[in-house]
């Protein structure tokens, strides 16, 4: 499933400013919360550090251009806490991810979860389990 | 014939005697087991040596700021309405545009480690101080026991100056002066000054639990004095207990901005 108005984040891109660097102790004011996007995704890179674990990867939209995204989750004593560790994804896992975006269009978001080559789900952001 | 045997197996019987009783003798102590606490003995008293951890997790890193304040006195409102861009809490502005000074890997300092962050911290006590080692951040603290006064006029510190003394056996209350102003208080961008003062109250309750209870003065900045922890429940792990670092490195700070925020000139 994908959200139909994901391919006009690639027209706001080309409009964007933003350069000023991404807090670390920010909550969600961001991000889209009534917004879920569901992408296979073809994992880059997998950051297991402070201030935030994040995940690249890339995947197709709609027009078959590869769009590469970058995905949020906790630090690692935090994602330790849920079943993650600094080799549960590599660079070339086939993956599903389900993803809370930014409101404003760019390809960032918050990893809410992702399915594995394995089958495994592991959940991603989720403030309240911690 | 029978005699023989009977003594052989006498013999044998007072040598195994022996050995069992040497084997005794020589097998090491027992000791007490790391990965368990003891709930049910006495707490020590005038001694909060241990690894301690918030009960309630979410609880002791308090995304959004501290449950309530006092009210603001009007330098305080302008510093939290027009100065401080916080990432969280009711005043939290959109990702790109925050100043919290936590971005950059400034120290989060005192007592904002105590009321944003709150993890596993271990105590340790010497004969005059008690440390108290933070998981977050990877930092220490060290509060004077020996009786000497609080400074009139501290320098400022990222966490301050503190002196400490037991209330009663269970009871350890700590000042703290001379705070950096350039630390918030907390998550959601309050402020304080560099006149602030603070008093924690750690309550040991029985073996395995304590209670902590953060204290803000504060004229310039609130109104009245305030809790910035009530009671919080801490509770006592085992000896053994590893904990990973969590260090804001400036180069980790960087580096997961330019990630993040390189889709974005694509």
Redesign the interface.
């Known amino acids: 499933m994908r959200n139909k108005a994901f391919g006009a984040f690639l027209l706001l ?1 080309g409009f ?1 400013a ?10 969600a ?2 991000y889209d919360m009534d917004k879920q996007l569901v992408m296979k995704a073809t994992v880059t ?1 997998w ?1 297991w ?4 674990c ?1 995940l ?1 990867y890339d995947t197709t939209d709609d027009k078959g251009n590869v769009v ?3 995905v ?1 989750v906790s ?3 935090d994602m ?1 806490k849920r079943g993650w560790t600094k080799h549960s994804l590599n660079a070339g896992d086939q993956v599903t991810v389900t993803v809370r975006p ?2 404003n269009g ?3 978001g918050q990893l809410l979860r992702v399915v594995l080559p394995n089958g495994q789900t592991l959940i991603g952001w989720n ?2 389990v ?1 | 014939m029978l005699r023989i045997h009977l003594k052989l197996i006498v013999e044998v019987a007072i040598v195994l005697a022996f050995s069992l009783g040497a084997g005794a003798q020589t097998a090491p102590p027992k000791r007490p087991d790391a990965t368990k606490t003891n709930r049910a003995a006495p707490a020590p008293r005038r001694d909060l040596s241990g690894i301690w951890d918030v009960v309630d997790r979410m609880e002791g890193i308090s995304p959004t700021g501290v449950k309530s304040h006092a009210p603001f006195t009007a330098e305080g409102a302008n510093i939290a309405n027009n100065v401080y861009k916080p990432g969280d809490g009711p005043r939290r502005v959109p990702i790109g545009l925050a100043n919290d000074p936590l971005d950059g890997c400034d120290p989060a300092g005192f007592p904002r480690n105590l009321l944003f962050e709150l993890r596993p911290f271990q105590v340790v006590q010497t004969t005059n101080q008690l440390l108290l080692l933070y998981q977050y951040q990877k930092v220490w603290r060290a509060i004077w026991t020996d009786g000497r006064q609080i400074p009139k006029d501290a320098d400022p510190q990222w966490y301050g100056y503190s002196t400490g003394k037991w209330e009663d056996d269970y009871t350890f209350v700590a000042e703290t002066v001379g705070m950096d102003e350039r630390t918030w208080l907390d998550n959601a961008g309050d402020p304080h000054s560099s006149d602030m003062r603070v008093e924690e109250r750690y309550h040991r309750l029985d073996h395995d639990t304590m209670e902590l209870t953060v204290k803000i003065v504060d004229p310039k900045i609130y109104t009245e004095p305030w809790l910035g922890r009530d009671k919080l429940r801490l509770k006592l792990m085992p000896s053994n207990t590893s904990t990973m670092e969590m260090i804001c490195a400036p180069s980790e700070a960087e580096q997961y901005k330019k990630m993040m925020a390189n889709p974005l000139s694509k």
């Open positions: 891109m964007l933003v350069s000023q660097p991404l807090a670390a102790h920010h909550g004011a961001g890179d950051l550090a402070n201030p935030h994040f690249t590469r995204w970058a949020e630090n690692p004593v330790t930014a409101k760019a390809p960032i403030p309240a911690r």
